[in-house]
């Protein structure tokens, strides 16, 4: 009989995807102590179909929380994908520990660093690292395929 290992966090591997999204961050929105929001547009599917937002929601003195979302802006892209999600993050930034770190996704406020399994909200055990790892690869997406469609501008909150 096979014995279910139980989930341990990987709190050295977290901290390099932290950091490293604090890099990517960094790349896409450099000036983010003074510009409150900030557009991309990236291709897929040979068009342009898909922006991404960001948005300061608050500062404070060593922190930023940003929300991060992505939205159609090609309709008949999103009629033929309606089973495509829209996400949507809310990060916390810290910036003396140069770390950014998902604590919302869509609709799941609060996320753990771990779960049991199974759960409640069918959460997978490193639900957190996963959501950390995605938001990687999306901002990575970003700053290989997207362009600016705003002019980089705007004022501090």
Known sequence: MMTKR???????????????????????LPNMASVDRREFGVELAGREA????????ERCKYTTMLEVSQY????????????????????RIYHDAQMAEVISFNKHHKVQPKYDYPNE???????????????????????????????????AA
């Not at 139980?6 to 896409?28: F, P, W």
């Not at 959460?123 to 690292?129: H, I, L, N, S, T």
């Not at 999306?138 to 362009?147: D, K, N, R, T, V």
């Open 72 to 91: 159609s802006i090609d309709t008949e892209f999103e009629t033929s994908l309606p089973w495509m999600t829209r996400p949507t993050f809310l990060l």
């Open 121 to 155: 909200k069918m959460y997978q055990a490193d639900e957190k690292a996963q959501l950390n790892q995605f938001l990687g690869e999306w901002l990575s997406y970003c700053i290989e395929y997207g362009h600016a469609l705003d002019d980089f501008t705007g004022s």
């Open 6 to 28: 139980k989930y341990t966090i990987d709190l050295a591997g977290q901290h390099a995807e932290c950091e490293s999204n604090y890099v990517r961050l960094m790349r896409l």
């Open 50 to 57: 898909v922006s991404f937002c960001m948005e300061v929601r």
